[in-house]
């Protein structure tokens, strides 16, 4: 005859299983206190799980929990679009090249003695006797009408903008020597004309037909 082999003991964790058993059981009316207090001294002394059993066998199946639903991870929102790094640098460098060219042609307007133009047009005659003129344009144009016969040298610096001299900057055929005036004109997002007293009276300098000049070339 074989001998049975001896019942495996169990631990505190199969006796708090079956604990945590008689306390639904007593929460849902199933047992009553007394019946709970016996059953859980019961319990904490078994040693085999023959004596757990006994204790549960009349108490209904544990109800299955649900499972639990699987957390979605939240979407991290998206980071805003960045415009491209030339136009992160544009947005600061251009204002800041607008401001300086605003206040250079500024301070050009203070010294400017003879003449200046600023949000407009401005004529400035030259006098047969004078040797130097010094005139500015800001956000406008100035016109310098110098006598005929006057060679003109220019001088000064145009922030975003330019001086045109045609017949007047034109040495004479031959390089004979004439009087000559020297303009210095500066500024910023403006223009001055030099001309001679018989282009001005057709009307300055005529840029179409400049135009029309380089496009034969």
Do not use: K
Request: aromatic share 4%.
């Amino acid at each position: 005859m074989t001998a049975e082999p001896p019942e495996m003991r169990i631990g505190d964790r199969e006796r708090r299983a079956t604990d945590d058993r008689l306390r639904a059981a007593l929460d849902d009316g199933v047992l009553t206190l007394t019946e709970y207090d016996e059953r859980t001294r019961q319990c904490f002394e078994a040693r085999v799980q023959r004596e757990l059993d006994v204790l549960v066998a009349d108490l209904p199946a544990p109800a299955a929990s649900a499972p639990a639903e699987p957390r979605t991870p939240p979407v991290p929102a998206r980071a805003p679009d960045q415009p491209p790094w030339h136009h992160r640098i544009g947005r600061v460098v251009v204002p800041v090249l607008v401001l300086g060219a605003v206040a250079f042609g500024g301070t050009r307007i203070v010294g400017a003695d003879d003449g200046f133009a600023l949000f407009g047009h401005r004529t400035v005659p030259v006098t047969a006797d004078q040797q130097q003129v010094r005139v500015a344009s800001l956000f406008g144009r100035t016109e310098v009408v110098v006598p005929d016969g006057t060679v003109v040298r220019t001088t000064g610096f145009m922030v975003f903008g330019g001086t045109d001299c045609e017949q007047a900057c034109r040495l004479p055929p031959g390089g004979a020597t004439q009087r000559e005036v020297t303009v210095d004109a500066s500024g910023a997002f403006g223009s001055v004309d030099v001309v001679t007293a018989s282009e001005a009276a057709r009307g300055g300098i005529d840029r179409d037909n400049d135009r029309d000049d380089g496009d034969d070339d």
